[in-house]
Antibody, heavy 122, light 110 residues
Framework: EVQLVESGGGLVKPGGSLRLSCAAS????????MSWVRQAPGKGLEWVGR??????????DYAAPVKGRFTISRDDAKNTLYLQMNSLKTEDTAVYYC?????????????WGQGTLVTVSS | NFMLTQPHSVSESPGKTVAISCTRS????????VQWFQQRPGSAPTNVIY?????PSGVPDRFSGSIDSSSNSASLTISGLKTEDEADYYC?????????FGGGTKLTVL
């Protein structure tokens, strides 16, 4: 069974830092492109960024609001995705989800984690 | 970057059919696949349509997807509406370096 489990959320002051983790299981993590998506309270889904697998370069892309402040990384040995968030702003308050797309040839699935809440407030 | 525009809300009666649109602001809707996600309150999103019109295992065939190049839009159609279909629905697509979500449509079944 495919599972994505986020952790590391919490309350942080504006200007502070936080690192989120996403533990993956049930699929070949090292082959997957992984993404972070967030959802502010009462708002819609917002793509945060993505990291490719190392075979395809392991490069990252970010949404404009977080570029230069957030860094996505991965540890394929630990099957874990990370989101390092620096210089946090109140508008970064959201539930953060990790997600991916898994192509099995005949079909594709899009598993999501349950999310972890980040609250940026003084 | 492009945007995906959805109606803020739609409502329909049980048993009826509803279509939710998703219009791409620039670039062809056909150039990258469109996915649709359902999100119920307090839960993570789940995929109901992928690659424009493919239905994941376990999603009822009441759910269908399509794209229309003439209007540069995608549509999610739900037929035989049930009260359990009441949820927020998001379209999603991408280009070479970004993923984009539509603003979401709240479906009310009343």
């Amino acid at each position: 069974e495919v599972q994505l489990v986020e952790s590391g959320g919490g309350l942080v002051k504006p200007g502070g830092s936080l690192r989120l983790s996403c533990a993956a299981s049930g699929f070949t993590f090292k082959n997957a492109w992984m993404s972070w998506v967030r959802q502010a309270p009462g708002k819609g889904l917002e793509w945060v960024g993505r990291i490719k697998n190392k075979i395809e370069g392991g490069t990252t892309d970010y949404a404009a609001p977080v570029k230069g402040r957030f860094t996505i990384s991965r540890d394929d040995a630990k099957n874990t995705l990370y989101l390092q968030m620096n210089s946090l702003k109140t508008e970064d308050t959201a539930v953060y989800y990790c997600t991916t797309s898994l192509d099995y040839g005949d079909y594709v699935t899009f598993p999501w984690g349950q999310g972890t809440l980040v609250t940026v407030s003084s | 970057n492009f945007m995906l525009t959805q109606p803020h809300s739609v409502s329909e009666s049980p048993g009826k059919t509803v279509a939710i649109s998703c219009t791409r602001s620039s670039g062809s809707i056909a150039s990258n696949y469109v996915q649709w996600f359902q999100q119920r309150p307090g839960s993570a999103p789940t995929n109901v349509i992928y690659e424009d019109n493919q239905r994941p295992s376990g999603v009822p065939d009441r759910f269908s997807g399509s794209i229309d190049s003439s209007s540069n839009s995608a549509s999610l159609t739900i037929s035989g509406l049930k009260t359990e279909d009441e949820a927020d629905y998001y379209c999603q697509s991408y280009d070479s370096s970004n993923q984009v979500f539509g603003g979401g449509t709240k479906l009310t079944v009343l």
